[in-house]
C-alpha cells in the first residue's frame, strides 16, 4: 500500500472518548490515517460509500447498533475490507464467532497496545488479498484471451500429453483444417493419427519428432498429413515442450503450407522442364547427363547421346505462324517420348532441337552404337508419320548426331558438342539422316568456327569485294551486270561465296553483309549512270535479308543515301523465298517495284517451280540455272527444261538470263530458243570495279 496516502479509517463507536483513545494509539505507533465515527446504522452504510474506509474498528456493543451487524453489512459491501472487533466486554466464545462470520480480528479494550499490530496485520493481508484477486482475474482474463487466440487463430494447435502422446486438446482452426466437425472425434487419439501414414510420415516416425522434442528443443519439419477424407495434405509442424499447469505438455502448431509446395513445384518446374513441351529442358539435362557420364565411368557401362534436329520445321512455323509451330513441337515431344525406355530422358534444348540420353546401354562400344543406332531410327520413322493440326497434314523429317560415352577426357559440354556436330553432318549429307560423330568432325567445326570469326571482322577490316559479272545481249553486249561479293581472306586470297555464305546465313552475319552489298552496288550504279553508262545491276538478296520487317525500308534508305537510280536496280531472290510465306514477299516486291525496282528469280527450276506462284509475283525476270544450261546442248532432259522455261517466260511476259554460259555451243543453243541475255565465262569472269569499268567505257566507245 502506498503510505503516502493517509489511510481512512472508519470507527463504529458510541463512546467518542474511546475512539481518540484508539486514534492516538495508532498515531503514536506511526501511522497516518483520517478517521470519522459513526454510531448508527443509518450513519454507517453512507460512510461505506462515501468514505470508502480502508480498515472498520467497530464496537461489539451499541445503543443502536450492534458490531455483529455492522460485520454483515460490511462483508456485503467488499470482502475485502477489513474489520476489527474492539469491545470491552466480549467472551471468548462471541469472539470466535466474530472471526467465523468474516472479522479480520478482535481486540480487548483493556489491551489497546495490542491495536496497532492488529491494524497492520489487518491491512497487510488486505494488501495480499487484494494482490491474490488481482492475479485471479488477471489469470482468468489470460485465459480468456488465450482460448480467444487458441480458437481464433488460422494455425492448427494441438496440446499433447508429454507422457502418453495422447491429444488433450486442440483449437477450432485444427477441427477446420483436418475436417473434424467435434474434438471429441479427435482427442484421445495422437497427433500420429492424423500423419499420411507411410514413410516417411507414419505414426512410428511422428512419436520419433515427439520424443526429439522432450530430448533436444523445439522442433519445425515439414510433414504429411491427412484429413478425416482421407486426403493427403502437406503442413509445416513446429513442436516445443511446455510446462501447463505443472504437467508436461507438447505444443504443436500446425500451417497448411500446400499452396507455398505447390509453388514451390511450379517454380520448379519452371527451373528445369520446359513450359511449351513439358519436357526436362536444358539445365535438367545437362545435370542427368552429368550424373549418367559418371556412372558410366564407374561402371564401364555405354551410354549415348541423340542431339535431333528438326528438318522444314522452320519453313512451317514460319509460313503458318508460331501457334502452329508451337502445336507441332508438343505432338513432337509426344512422339520423342513414347521413344525412349523410362530410364532414358528425352529433353528440349531450344528452338527445334531435342536431345536424347539413353542410359546403360551395352559394356561395348559398338554395342552401344547399334543400340543407339535404333533408337534414332525409332525416332526418325516416328517423326515421318504426318502430324495433323487443323485439319492440314504437316510433314518434316529429323536429322539427328549420336555419340556414345565414356571416353577419356570428356564432360558434359564435350559430348553434347560431339552430339550437335554430328547432327550437322547429318543436315549437310541431305537432311532427315543419322550420323555418328568422328574426331575429324570435330576439326572441321573448329575450322567453320575460326571461318566465322574472321568473316565477323572482314566488314569492319575491309576485307569484302564486290565484284561485277557482264550480262549481254546476243551480239555481245553489256546490258547489266550482277553484282558477286568475294572476300579477301588474309592469306587465302579471294574466298569463293560457297565457303562463307552458308555460315554468314547461320550465323547471321548475311544481315549486315547484304547491306554493305547492297550499299556497294548502289555507289557503283550511281557512277555507271553519272559515266552515261545505262546498265542495270542485279543483287543478290538472301532470304533472311528478305524477310526482316524493316527490308523495305532499308532499300529504301540505301536508295536515298546513294543517289542510285532504282529503274536500274534488279533484285535477285530465289524460288524458296517466295514459296516461303508467298503473303508477305509479294507485299514487299510490290512496295519496292512501285519505286522503279525489278525482280527476278535466281536459280529458276531448281526450286519449287509454279505457274500459280509465277502468275501472282511482280516478276520481271527468270535465270535459268548453270546446271541446266551446261548439258543443254547434249542432255534431251536439260534441253526440255531449258525450253519450258524460255516458254514459260513468254506466256507470263519475261525477260529471261542465261547463266553460266561458258561455251560458244551452249551459246548458240539459247540463241536459237530465243534467249537473249547471257552471262557466263564465255563473256567474261567476274570483273572488279575498275576493269568492269574500263570494259564498259570501251565498249561504249
Given at each position: 500500500?502506498?503510505?503516502?496516502?493517509?489511510?481512512?479509517?472508519?470507527?463504529?463507536e458510541?463512546?467518542?472518548?474511546?475512539?481518540?483513545?484508539?486514534?492516538?494509539?495508532?498515531s503514536?505507533?506511526?501511522?497516518?490515517?483520517?478517521?470519522?465515527?459513526?454510531e448508527?446504522?443509518?450513519?454507517?452504510?453512507?460512510?461505506?460509500?462515501e468514505?470508502?474506509p480502508?480498515l472498520?474498528?467497530?464496537?461489539?456493543?451499541?445503543?443502536?447498533?450492534?458490531?455483529?451487524?455492522?460485520?454483515?453489512?460490511?462483508?456485503?459491501?467488499?470482502?475485502?475490507?477489513?474489520f476489527?472487533?474492539?469491545?470491552?466486554?466480549?467472551?471468548?466464545?462471541?469472539?470466535?464467532?466474530?472471526?467465523?462470520?468474516?472479522?479480520?480480528?478482535?481486540v480487548?479494550?483493556?489491551?489497546?497496545?495490542?491495536?496497532?499490530?492488529?491494524?497492520?496485520?489487518?491491512?497487510?493481508?488486505?494488501?495480499?488479498?487484494l494482490?491474490?484477486?488481482?492475479?485471479?482475474?488477471?489469470?482468468?482474463?489470460?485465459?480468456r484471451?488465450?482460448r480467444?487466440?487458441?480458437?481464433?487463430?488460422?494455425?492448427?494447435i494441438?496440446?499433447?500429453?508429454?507422457?502418453?502422446?495422447?491429444?488433450?486438446?486442440?483449437n477450432?482452426?485444427?477441427?477446420?483444417?483436418?475436417?473434424?466437425?467435434?474434438?471429441q472425434e479427435?482427442?484421445?487419439?495422437?497427433?500420429g493419427?492424423?500423419?499420411?501414414?507411410?514413410?516417411?510420415?507414419?505414426?512410428?516416425?511422428?512419436?520419433?519428432?515427439?520424443?526429439?522434442?522432450?530430448?533436444?528443443?523445439?522442433q519445425?519439419?515439414?510433414?504429411?498429413?491427412?484429413?478425416?477424407?482421407?486426403?493427403e495434405?502437406?503442413?509445416?509442424?513446429?513442436?516445443?515442450?511446455?510446462?501447463?499447469?505443472?504437467k508436461?505438455r507438447?505444443?504443436?502448431?500446425?500451417?497448411?503450407?500446400?499452396?507455398?509446395k505447390a509453388?514451390?513445384?511450379?517454380?520448379h518446374?519452371l527451373?528445369?522442364?520446359?513450359?511449351?513441351?513439358?519436357?526436362?529442358n536444358?539445365?535438367?539435362?545437362?545435370?542427368?547427363?552429368n550424373?549418367?557420364?559418371?556412372?558410366?565411368?564407374?561402371?564401364?557401362?555405354?551410354?549415348?547421346?541423340l542431339?535431333?534436329?528438326?528438318?522444314?520445321?522452320?519453313?512451317?512455323?514460319d509460313?503458318?505462324g508460331?501457334?502452329?509451330?508451337?502445336?507441332?513441337?508438343?505432338?513432337?515431344?509426344?512422339?520423342?517420348?513414347?521413344?525412349?525406355?523410362?530410364?532414358?530422358?528425352?529433353?528440349?534444348?531450344?528452338?527445334?532441337?531435342?536431345?536424347v540420353?539413353?542410359?546403360h546401354?551395352?559394356?561395348?562400344?559398338?554395342?552401344?552404337?547399334?543400340?543407339?543406332?535404333?533408337?534414332?531410327?525409332?525416332?526418325?520413322?516416328?517423326?515421318?508419320?504426318?502430324?495433323?493440326i487443323?485439319?492440314?497434314?504437316?510433314?518434316?523429317?529429323?536429322?539427328i548426331?549420336i555419340?556414345?560415352?565414356?571416353?577419356?577426357?570428356?564432360?558434359?559440354?564435350d559430348?553434347?558438342r560431339?552430339?550437335?556436330t554430328?547432327?550437322?553432318?547429318?543436315?549437310?549429307?541431305?537432311?532427315?539422316t543419322?550420323?555418328?560423330?568422328?574426331?575429324?568432325?570435330?576439326?572441321?567445326?573448329?575450322?567453320?568456327?575460326?571461318?566465322?570469326?574472321?568473316?565477323?571482322?572482314?566488314?569492319?577490316?575491309?576485307?569484302?569485294?564486290?565484284?561485277?559479272?557482264?550480262?549481254?545481249?546476243g551480239?555481245?553486249?553489256?546490258?547489266?551486270?550482277?553484282?558477286?561479293?568475294?572476300w579477301?581472306r588474309?592469306?587465302q586470297g579471294?574466298?569463293?561465296p560457297?565457303?562463307?555464305?552458308?555460315?554468314?546465313?547461320?550465323?547471321?552475319?548475311?544481315?549486315?553483309?547484304g547491306?554493305?552489298?547492297?550499299?556497294e552496288a548502289?555507289?557503283?550504279?550511281?557512277?555507271?549512270?553519272?559515266?552515261?553508262?545505262?546498265?542495270?545491276l542485279?543483287?543478290?538478296v538472301?532470304p533472311?535479308q528478305?524477310?526482316?520487317?524493316?527490308?523495305?525500308?532499308?532499300?529504301?534508305?540505301?536508295?536515298?543515301?546513294?543517289?542510285?537510280?532504282?529503274?536500274h536496280?534488279?533484285l535477285e531472290?530465289?524460288?524458296?523465298?517466295?514459296?516461303?510465306?508467298?503473303?508477305?514477299?509479294?507485299a514487299?516486291?510490290?512496295?519496292?517495284n512501285?519505286?522503279?525496282?525489278?525482280?527476278?528469280?535466281d536459280?529458276?527450276?531448281?526450286?519449287?517451280?509454279?505457274?500459280?506462284?509465277?502468275?501472282r509475283?511482280p516478276?520481271?525476270?527468270?535465270?535459268i540455272?548453270?546446271?541446266?544450261?551446261?548439258?543443254?546442248?547434249?542432255?534431251?532432259?536439260?534441253?526440255?527444261?531449258?525450253?519450258?522455261?524460255l516458254?514459260?517466260?513468254r506466256?507470263?511476259?519475261?525477260s529471261?538470263?542465261?547463266?553460266?554460259?561458258?561455251t560458244?555451243?551452249?551459246?548458240?543453243?539459247?540463241?536459237?530458243?530465243?534467249?537473249?541475255?547471257?552471262?557466263?565465262?564465255?563473256?567474261?569472269?567476274?570483273?572488279?570495279w575498275?576493269?568492269?569499268?574500263?570494259?564498259a567505257?570501251l565498249?561504249?566507245?
Amino acid at each position: 500500500m502506498n503510505t503516502d496516502i493517509p489511510l481512512r479509517i472508519l470507527f463504529v463507536e458510541d463512546v467518542p472518548a474511546d475512539a481518540e483513545l484508539a486514534a492516538r494509539i495508532l498515531s503514536k505507533e506511526g501511522l497516518a490515517f483520517t478517521s470519522i465515527r459513526v454510531e448508527t446504522q443509518e450513519e454507517f452504510l453512507n460512510a461505506l460509500i462515501e468514505y470508502r474506509p480502508d480498515l472498520i474498528l467497530s464496537d461489539y456493543s451499541l445503543p443502536q447498533f450492534d458490531g455483529m451487524r455492522a460485520l454483515r453489512l460490511a462483508l456485503a459491501h467488499n470482502v475485502n475490507l477489513p474489520f476489527i472487533i474492539v469491545t470491552g466486554s466480549i467472551d471468548e466464545e462471541t469472539a470466535v464467532d466474530c472471526i467465523k462470520a468474516g472479522a479480520w480480528d478482535y481486540v480487548l479494550k483493556e489491551r489497546m497496545a495490542r491495536l496497532p499490530f492488529a491494524a497492520k496485520s489487518a491491512l497487510e493481508r488486505r494488501k495480499i488479498r487484494l494482490s491474490q484477486a488481482e492475479s485471479a482475474v488477471m489469470l482468468r482474463e489470460s485465459e480468456r484471451r488465450y482460448r480467444e487466440i487458441f480458437n481464433a487463430t488460422n494455425e492448427a494447435i494441438f496440446i499433447d500429453d508429454a507422457a502418453t502422446g495422447q491429444m488433450i486438446d486442440v483449437n477450432d482452426a485444427m477441427l477446420r483444417m483436418y475436417g473434424y466437425s467435434s474434438k471429441q472425434e479427435v482427442l484421445a487419439g495422437s497427433i500420429g493419427d492424423l500423419s499420411a501414414n507411410r514413410p516417411p510420415y507414419s505414426q512410428a516416425e511422428a512419436e520419433q519428432h515427439l520424443r526429439r522434442t522432450l530430448e533436444q528443443g523445439p522442433q519445425t519439419f515439414e510433414w504429411l498429413a491427412r484429413k478425416r477424407s482421407g486426403e493427403e495434405f502437406w503442413t509445416e509442424v513446429s513442436l516445443r515442450g511446455s510446462d501447463i499447469g505443472g504437467k508436461g505438455r507438447i505444443l504443436a502448431v500446425v500451417r497448411d503450407i500446400t499452396e507455398r509446395k505447390a509453388a514451390e513445384t511450379a517454380i520448379h518446374h519452371l527451373a528445369y522442364f520446359d513450359a511449351l513441351t513439358g519436357l526436362p529442358n536444358r539445365r535438367l539435362f545437362r545435370d542427368r547427363l552429368n550424373q549418367a557420364l559418371a556412372a558410366a565411368q564407374r561402371s564401364n557401362r555405354w551410354g549415348a547421346v541423340l542431339f535431333v534436329d528438326l528438318d522444314q520445321f522452320k519453313q512451317i512455323n514460319d509460313a503458318r505462324g508460331h501457334d502452329v509451330g508451337d502445336l507441332l513441337l508438343k505432338q513432337v515431344s509426344e512422339r520423342l517420348n513414347r521413344c525412349r525406355r523410362d530410364e532414358d530422358t528425352v529433353a528440349r534444348q531450344g528452338g527445334d532441337e531435342f536431345v536424347v540420353l539413353l542410359v546403360h546401354l551395352a559394356a561395348t562400344h559398338s554395342a552401344a552404337i547399334r543400340l543407339a543406332t535404333r533408337v534414332a531410327e525409332k525416332i526418325r520413322d516416328a517423326a515421318s508419320v504426318p502430324f495433323q493440326i487443323g485439319g492440314l497434314d504437316y510433314h518434316i523429317g529429323v536429322s539427328i548426331g549420336i555419340t556414345v560415352f565414356p571416353k577419356a577426357t570428356e564432360n558434359v559440354d564435350d559430348l553434347l558438342r560431339e552430339a550437335d556436330t554430328a547432327m550437322y553432318r547429318a543436315k549437310e549429307a541431305g537432311r532427315n539422316t543419322v550420323s555418328y560423330f568422328e574426331p575429324a568432325m570435330q576439326e572441321a567445326v573448329q575450322a567453320r568456327f575460326a571461318l566465322e570469326h574472321d568473316l565477323r571482322q572482314a566488314l569492319a577490316r575491309n576485307e569484302m569485294r564486290l565484284l561485277l559479272q557482264p550480262q549481254v545481249d546476243g551480239q555481245g553486249r553489256f546490258v547489266g551486270a550482277e553484282a558477286l561479293v568475294r572476300w579477301e581472306r588474309p592469306g587465302q586470297g579471294l574466298v569463293s561465296p560457297m565457303v562463307f555464305i552458308p555460315v554468314a546465313e547461320e550465323s547471321g552475319i548475311i544481315l549486315a553483309l547484304g547491306r554493305w552489298v547492297l550499299e556497294e552496288a548502289c555507289r557503283l550504279l550511281k557512277q555507271l549512270d553519272a559515266a552515261g553508262h545505262i546498265l542495270r545491276l542485279a543483287v543478290n538478296v538472301s532470304p533472311r535479308q528478305f524477310r526482316q520487317p524493316d527490308f523495305v525500308a532499308c532499300v529504301c534508305e540505301v536508295l536515298q543515301t546513294t543517289g542510285a537510280d532504282p529503274t536500274h536496280l534488279v533484285l535477285e531472290v530465289t524460288e524458296g523465298l517466295v514459296i516461303e510465306n508467298i503473303h508477305d514477299t509479294i507485299a514487299k516486291m510490290i512496295e519496292l517495284n512501285r519505286l522503279g525496282i525489278r525482280f527476278s528469280i535466281d536459280d529458276f527450276g531448281t526450286g519449287y517451280s509454279s505457274l500459280a506462284y509465277l502468275k501472282r509475283l511482280p516478276l520481271h525476270e527468270l535465270k535459268i540455272d548453270r546446271t541446266f544450261v551446261q548439258d543443254a546442248p547434249t542432255d534431251p532432259n536439260d534441253a526440255a527444261l531449258v525450253e519450258t522455261i524460255l516458254a514459260v517466260a513468254r506466256h507470263l511476259n519475261l525477260s529471261v538470263v542465261a547463266e553460266g554460259v561458258e561455251t560458244k555451243i551452249q551459246l548458240d543453243f539459247l540463241k536459237q530458243r530465243g534467249c537473249e541475255v547471257f552471262q557466263g565465262y564465255f563473256f567474261d569472269r567476274p570483273l572488279l570495279w575498275p576493269h568492269f569499268q574500263e570494259k564498259a567505257f570501251l565498249q561504249m566507245r
